[in-house]
Nanobody
Framework: QVQLVESGGGLVQAGGSLRLSCAAS????????MAWFRQAPGKEREFVAA????????YYADSVEGRFTISRDNAENTLFLRMNGLTLEDTAMYYC????????????????WGQGTQVTVSS
Protein backbone atom coordinates (compact mmCIF):
# COMPACT_ATOMS: atom_id res chain seq x y z
CA GLN A 1 0.00 0.00 0.00
CA VAL A 2 1.26 3.47 -0.85
CA GLN A 3 1.86 6.06 1.87
CA LEU A 4 1.93 9.79 1.13
CA VAL A 5 3.72 12.71 2.77
CA GLU A 6 3.17 16.28 1.57
CA SER A 7 5.58 19.18 1.95
CA GLY A 8 6.23 22.63 0.54
CA GLY A 9 3.40 24.59 2.07
CA GLY A 10 3.89 27.90 3.80
CA LEU A 11 3.00 31.58 3.98
CA VAL A 12 3.13 33.52 0.72
CA GLN A 13 1.91 36.92 -0.44
CA ALA A 14 -0.88 37.21 -2.94
CA GLY A 15 0.47 36.85 -6.44
CA GLY A 16 3.31 34.65 -5.28
CA SER A 17 4.15 31.05 -6.04
CA LEU A 18 4.72 27.77 -4.21
CA ARG A 19 5.54 24.24 -5.24
CA LEU A 20 4.06 21.42 -3.22
CA SER A 21 5.55 17.95 -3.18
CA CYS A 22 4.06 14.61 -2.22
CA ALA A 23 6.53 11.83 -1.53
CA ALA A 24 5.13 8.34 -1.93
CA SER A 25 6.38 5.10 -0.51
CA UNK A 26 5.30 1.70 -1.74
CA UNK A 27 5.44 0.02 -5.10
CA UNK A 28 2.10 1.07 -6.54
CA UNK A 29 2.63 4.84 -6.91
CA UNK A 30 3.68 4.67 -10.55
CA UNK A 31 0.60 2.68 -11.51
CA UNK A 32 -1.97 4.95 -9.90
CA UNK A 33 -3.55 8.21 -10.89
CA MET A 34 -2.93 10.91 -8.30
CA ALA A 35 -4.62 14.13 -7.28
CA TRP A 36 -4.43 17.19 -5.09
CA PHE A 37 -7.36 18.32 -3.00
CA ARG A 38 -7.68 21.22 -0.58
CA GLN A 39 -9.81 22.12 2.38
CA ALA A 40 -10.33 25.57 3.82
CA PRO A 41 -11.67 26.07 7.36
CA GLY A 42 -15.40 25.47 7.50
CA LYS A 43 -15.53 24.17 3.94
CA GLU A 44 -15.66 20.78 2.32
CA ARG A 45 -12.58 19.21 0.80
CA GLU A 46 -12.47 20.11 -2.88
CA PHE A 47 -10.73 18.82 -5.96
CA VAL A 48 -7.78 20.83 -7.26
CA ALA A 49 -5.97 18.76 -9.89
CA ALA A 50 -5.39 15.19 -11.03
CA UNK A 51 -2.90 13.37 -13.22
CA UNK A 52 -3.00 9.94 -14.82
CA UNK A 53 -0.52 7.23 -13.85
CA UNK A 54 1.77 8.01 -16.78
CA UNK A 55 1.44 11.78 -16.58
CA UNK A 56 -0.08 12.03 -20.04
CA UNK A 57 -3.37 13.58 -18.97
CA UNK A 58 -4.08 16.23 -16.38
CA TYR A 59 -7.29 17.72 -15.03
CA TYR A 60 -7.94 20.92 -13.11
CA ALA A 61 -10.65 22.65 -11.17
CA ASP A 62 -11.89 25.74 -12.95
CA SER A 63 -10.67 27.89 -10.08
CA VAL A 64 -7.02 26.91 -10.61
CA GLU A 65 -6.89 26.27 -14.36
CA GLY A 66 -4.07 28.23 -15.92
CA ARG A 67 -2.44 29.00 -12.55
CA PHE A 68 -1.63 25.56 -11.13
CA THR A 69 0.31 22.72 -12.75
CA ILE A 70 0.27 19.12 -11.56
CA SER A 71 3.12 16.81 -12.49
CA ARG A 72 4.80 13.63 -11.32
CA ASP A 73 8.14 11.89 -11.35
CA ASN A 74 7.53 8.15 -11.19
CA ALA A 75 11.24 7.40 -10.94
CA GLU A 76 11.33 9.44 -7.74
CA ASN A 77 7.85 8.45 -6.51
CA THR A 78 6.89 12.10 -6.19
CA LEU A 79 3.87 14.16 -7.10
CA PHE A 80 4.07 17.94 -7.50
CA LEU A 81 1.77 20.93 -7.62
CA ARG A 82 3.17 24.16 -8.93
CA MET A 83 0.98 27.09 -7.85
CA ASN A 84 1.37 30.51 -9.45
CA GLY A 85 -0.65 33.68 -9.04
CA LEU A 86 -1.85 32.67 -5.59
CA THR A 87 -4.88 34.48 -4.19
CA LEU A 88 -6.44 34.68 -0.73
CA GLU A 89 -8.99 32.12 -1.88
CA ASP A 90 -6.21 29.54 -2.31
CA THR A 91 -5.57 29.47 1.44
CA ALA A 92 -6.25 25.91 2.61
CA MET A 93 -4.76 22.64 3.73
CA TYR A 94 -3.59 20.80 0.64
CA TYR A 95 -3.72 17.00 0.44
CA CYS A 96 -2.38 14.57 -2.09
CA UNK A 97 -4.31 11.38 -2.71
CA UNK A 98 -3.94 8.11 -4.61
CA UNK A 99 -6.79 7.11 -6.88
CA UNK A 100 -8.76 3.92 -6.35
CA UNK A 101 -11.73 4.05 -8.73
CA UNK A 102 -14.33 6.50 -9.88
CA UNK A 103 -14.38 10.10 -10.95
CA UNK A 104 -11.28 12.12 -10.18
CA UNK A 105 -13.26 14.98 -8.69
CA UNK A 106 -14.80 12.87 -5.94
CA UNK A 107 -12.97 12.38 -2.65
CA UNK A 108 -14.55 8.93 -2.38
CA UNK A 109 -12.59 7.86 -5.49
CA UNK A 110 -9.33 8.05 -3.54
CA UNK A 111 -8.34 5.57 -0.85
CA UNK A 112 -4.95 6.83 0.33
CA TRP A 113 -4.38 10.34 1.68
CA GLY A 114 -1.47 12.29 3.03
CA GLN A 115 -1.61 14.33 6.21
CA GLY A 116 -1.73 17.65 4.36
CA THR A 117 0.42 20.75 4.07
CA GLN A 118 -0.88 24.22 4.91
CA VAL A 119 -0.84 27.01 2.33
CA THR A 120 -1.63 30.50 3.60
CA VAL A 121 -1.85 33.44 1.22
CA SER A 122 -1.63 36.92 2.72
CA SER A 123 -2.65 40.25 1.21
Amino acid sequence: QVQLVESGGGLVQAGGSLRLSCAASGRTFSSRAMAWFRQAPGKEREFVAAITWNGVSTYYADSVEGRFTISRDNAENTLFLRMNGLTLEDTAMYYCAAHDSGHFKNTSSFNVWGQGTQVTVSS
